[in-house]
């Protein structure tokens, strides 16, 4: 069975920079799209971005757009959050998730990231608390 730890989270001030990492164990992520969600003290849970199994296809949220890269090692079965130019409103606890049968589609849908409630494997999140 598929299992996701999060780590690199912690404290950074705005500005700054932050990897997060996602290790898969118990199967592999060669043949999944994977995803980052976050969700901030008192927000729902937002999809930020996603890669196809191929990664041929990326998409981001709006907000995160130019600042965040996904990225995927299938040798180190492992996803990577990039995370640059850090924002106060950037601070939440990030999630990583995986799944089959959901390929990321070329452009942002919160409709997309709403499948891995039912459909997704999910880490327990890592969080990132951008202050001075």
């Known amino acids: 069975q598929l299992q996701l730890v999060e780590s690199g989270g912690g404290l950074v001030q705005p500005g700054g920079s932050l990897r997060l990492s996602c290790v898969a164990s118990?199967?592999?992520?060669?043949?999944?799209?994977v995803a980052w969600f976050r969700q901030a003290p008192g927000k729902e849970r937002e999809g930020v971005t996603c890669?196809?199994?191929?990664?041929?296809?990326?998409n981001y949220l709006d907000s995160v757009q130019g600042r965040f890269t996904i990225a995927k090692d299938n040798a180190k079965n492992t996803v990577y959050l990039h995370m640059r130019s850090l924002r106060p409103e950037d601070t939440a606890v990030y999630y990583c998730?995986?799944?089959?049968?959901?390929?990321?589609?070329?452009?942002?849908?919160?409709?997309?990231?709403?499948?891995?409630?039912?459909?997704?494997?999910w880490g327990k999140g890592t969080l990132v608390n951008v202050s001075s």
């Open positions: 890669m196809s199994s191929s990664k041929s296809s990326t």
């Open positions: 998730a995986a799944a089959t049968g959901l390929p990321c589609p070329e452009y942002y849908s919160s409709n997309y990231y709403r499948q891995y409630s039912v459909m997704g494997r």
């Open positions: 118990g199967g592999t992520l060669d043949y999944s799209a």
